[in-house]
């Protein structure tokens, strides 16, 4: 009997503990994550704020001066999955990559009409 009265009182003190600890919290906003390590992360987040479009790892390449390589493109690419995964980018097609919320509803690079083509119209 003493022993659960014991344990009981142990609940009790780690409950007010809890709760005072969750008064500390902001639960109306969750904590936003931080960028990954890495000027790369940083680089490409610059570029979405310079473009205020949607892009692809292609476009990322053109944008950073990297060779249009496979292992560059990839390597775009995977980092941009990873932050579409944390939050930071919204993938809005497959291999198309956005900044979540409202953009201007521009066509990426590889969509655009060509301007000779707009000519002949």
Same mark, same amino acid.
């Given at each position: ?53 949607? %892009?692809? $790892?292609?476009?990322?390449?053109? /944008?950073?001066?990297? !060779? ?8 775009? *690419? +995977? ?16 291999? %198309?990559? $956005?900044?979540?919320?409202?953009? /201007?509803?521009?066509? !990426? ?8 083509? *707009? +000519?002949?119209?």
């Amino acid at each position: 009997m003493r022993e659960a009265q014991a344990e009981r009182e142990a609940l009790a003190t780690t409950a007010k503990t809890v709760r005072a600890m969750a008064a500390d919290l902001d639960l109306e906003r969750p904590p936003t994550p931080a960028l990954p390590d890495g000027a790369a992360y940083q680089q490409i987040m610059d570029v979405f704020e310079h473009e205020r479009r949607p %892009l692809r $790892a292609r476009d990322l390449c053109l /944008a950073l001066d990297l !060779p249009l390589m496979p292992k560059h493109v990839e390597g775009i *690419r +995977a980092k941009l999955k990873r932050l579409v995964s944390l939050g930071f980018l919204d993938e809005t097609e497959p291999g %198309l990559f $956005a900044q979540p919320g409202p953009q /201007a509803p521009t066509a !990426p690079a590889d969509q655009r009409p060509d301007p000779a083509q *707009r +000519a002949k119209r």
